[in-house]
């Protein structure tokens, strides 16, 4: 395990402790973006174990869909071209209590070089119904609720 994902597993716990302290809510964005072959980006951060969809923090004084946008750009390489679609939104207590995931659709961007510096390991393009091992249960869900028409769950 590189000594940065070490870092950042080790300073999580604090962190979430820091953002309950200012935020009795927190809200997160994932991006499930597809390319003109179907295939959905994957990424793979350096603290934390898997493949999700890109996505991050909403951060204060910002829209939920700008910071879809931001997370994009910083992680992928992806530049929104037009609105994205809101698909869902998730109660994500099962990892951090008072936290909620709005979940967008990107179908049409550009690339842009990704600003992230040691946060993101890799970023691949796969195929939606073979996910690499590994891909988070969560990101498998919401891909099987897209793809499949069910309802959302409530949880992510």
Not at 9 to 14: A, S, V
Not at 85 to 108: E, M, P
Not at 113 to 130: M, Q, S, V
């Amino acid at each position: 395990m590189s000594l940065l994902r070490r870092l950042y597993r080790l300073l999580m716990p604090f962190y979430r402790i820091a953002m309950r302290l200012v935020r009795g809510l927190t809200v997160g964005v994932r991006i499930m973006v597809f390319d003109d072959q179907g295939r959905v980006l994957l990424i793979e951060h350096s603290y934390t174990p898997g493949w999700h969809l890109p996505g991050g923090g909403v951060e204060r004084g910002e829209s939920a869909e700008a910071s879809a946008g931001r997370e994009l750009e910083e992680e992928a390489g992806i530049r929104p071209v037009g609105r994205m679609t809101l698909l869902s939104i998730h109660d994500n207590v099962r990892t951090f209590r008072g936290d909620h995931v709005l979940l967008y659709r990107l179908d049409r961007w550009t690339p842009t070089p990704a600003t992230a510096r040691g946060e993101i390991l890799r970023r691949d393009w796969f195929d939606p119904r073979d996910l690499p091992a590994g891909t988070t249960d969560g990101t498998r869900r919401r891909l099987a609720e897209v793809l499949d028409g069910t309802p959302p769950d409530l949880f992510w």
